[in-house]
């Protein structure tokens, strides 16, 4: 008897995998939406096509789907993954390498499902678990103004993904845990500018993709949103109320950093930060407004020590020559030379302050250190970064400028002036280890100036 039923559940058993394989090939499944003949530019409003382009600079959508080296929206672009390398892909309405096969419900369900117009898995690398929130209108408007951009017949490389990642589908397990699908839905307890902020950061913005740290599946962490991740070799500060900026941001001085890609009581924006500004310095103020407003919101307002040691902080700072901080933050740096002989104080005499202690405000001089996030956050690696790659001009615009000292300085003198800078401006423990991150920042020096950073004050126009 025991045998029998011992038999019987086996047979039982091996009757339902088929019917368990099935459901799951259900589950994961989706169908082809048909190809469509590309459509004629002139086939879109005018309108809705200016609107896509103000969406597609704010989501930034040029910086990753376009080469240094490349067309406009061709692709190709590596994107480095704890797991391996995703490429960008060609999003122009060319019909063979690109979009321009596909119908405006096909580019939907990219955009809130990540699947493609043959049924394929994206991998969140394209980061559709926010542009799941984009509304209908919005994904209109962007699909009008990808189609009537150039063709570029220029196919991207696939991904360099070991198993099982290189197979797609494995991607709907990561969707039924991760992804929340949208549209997104105002919050009654905010007002408008509130609700477009979050709609935008949350959304087409992706901010928290950046900004927010992620799990060992690469999903982020929405326990702790805002509170900072690593990307492409740089640190993507927390921007909620665990922020250790130096100086509180408040909405206008994150506006002003966005709107210009600087602020005097803040620092510049650089790294995967820079093509974003320059992105969103071409859109309408009062979307900017409403995204400071949003993030201003979510870091909250300070407490009181902190707003105290902040005032004191910027008190001793010297303002620019009307006395009042002007509308762009700048400020003008007064920190004392240093007068000690140590090799730390000597190389940054030497290499830095001409500029930090200049007296010219931001852009035209350096920032007051005492005020750098990159020098009191918990890791130098941004800081290693500037002093490695420095801060290019930005063409066409004004902006601040700062030589990179890869060639100038070996790995020991920068060791040694970053744990001086740390001391010296940010009062701070040292770091650990920072050998080995300077070490890791110069060998990849060659990998970040292959990233594709438009210059602030650019569109996304071809």
Request: proline share 9%; charged share 20%.
């Amino acid at each position: 008897m025991a045998a029998s039923k011992r038999v019987n559940s086996v047979l039982w058993t091996m009757s339902s995998v088929p019917i368990v394989a099935l459901g799951a090939a259900i589950f994961v499944w989706r169908p082809t939406i048909a190809p469509i003949n590309p459509p004629a530019p002139s086939s879109f409003d005018p309108a809705v096509v200016r609107r896509g382009g103000a969406l597609a600079a704010l989501g930034d959508c040029n910086t990753c789907h376009t080469r240094s080296d490349g067309k406009t929206f061709a692709g190709g672009l590596p994107l480095p993954t704890p797991f391996g390398t995703i490429y960008s892909s060609n999003i122009t309405p060319d019909p063979k390498a690109g979009i321009g096969r596909w119908s405006e419900a096909a580019f939907r369900r990219a955009m809130r499902e990540g699947v493609d117009r043959e049924g394929r898995y994206l991998y969140p690398a394209f980061p559709y678990d926010h542009f799941t929130l984009v509304s209908d209108e919005d994904n209109q408007a962007l699909y009008a103004y990808l189609m009537t951009r150039q063709p570029v017949e220029k196919t991207a490389p696939k991904p360099e993904l070991p198993f099982p990642l290189n197979i797609r589908t494995v991607m709907a397990g990561w969707n039924f845990i991760y992804l929340k699908a949208g549209p997104f839905k105002p919050d009654a307890d905010h007002d408008a500018t509130w609700n477009r902020g979050a709609y935008l950061v949350q959304g087409l913005g992706h901010c928290g993709a950046c900004h927010t740290p992620r799990d060992r599946l690469g999903a982020e962490q929405r326990d702790d949103f805002f509170g900072g991740g690593e990307v492409e070799g740089w640190r993507a500060f927390n921007i909620n109320a665990a922020s250790q900026s130096p100086i509180p941001w408040d909405e206008a001085s994150l506006y002003s950093y966005l709107r210009t890609g600087y602020h005097g009581l803040h620092g510049v924006a650089r790294g995967p930060m820079a093509p974003v500004v320059g992105s969103l310095s071409t859109v309408d103020d009062k979307d900017l407004h409403a995204i400071a407003t949003y993030v201003a919101s979510v870091m909250g307002e300070p407490e009181a020590a902190r707003e105290a040691s902040a005032s004191k902080l910027a008190a001793s700072v010297k303002t620019g020559g009307s006395g009042t901080i002007p509308q762009s933050g700048g400020i003008q740096a007064v920190t004392p030379a240093p007068t000690d002989k140590t090799e730390g104080a000597v190389i940054y005499a030497a290499a830095c302050a001409t500029c930090h202690e200049s007296g010219r405000p931001v852009p035209y001089g350096g920032i007051a250190l005492q005020l750098s996030s990159t020098i009191t956050d918990s890791s130098p690696r941004n800081l290693i970064n500037v002093i490695l790659n420095g801060v290019p001009a930005a063409e066409g615009t004004k902006g601040p400028i700062m030589p990179g000292f890869a060639g100038a300085m070996d790995d020991a003198q920068i060791g040694t002036l970053i744990e001086y800078l740390r001391g010296h401006f940010g009062a701070k423990p040292a770091w650990s280890d920072v050998p080995k991150a300077v070490a890791d920042a110069r060998a990849d020096v060659a990998h970040a100036q292959t990233i594709s950073a438009p210059a602030i004050g650019t569109s996304n126009e071809p």
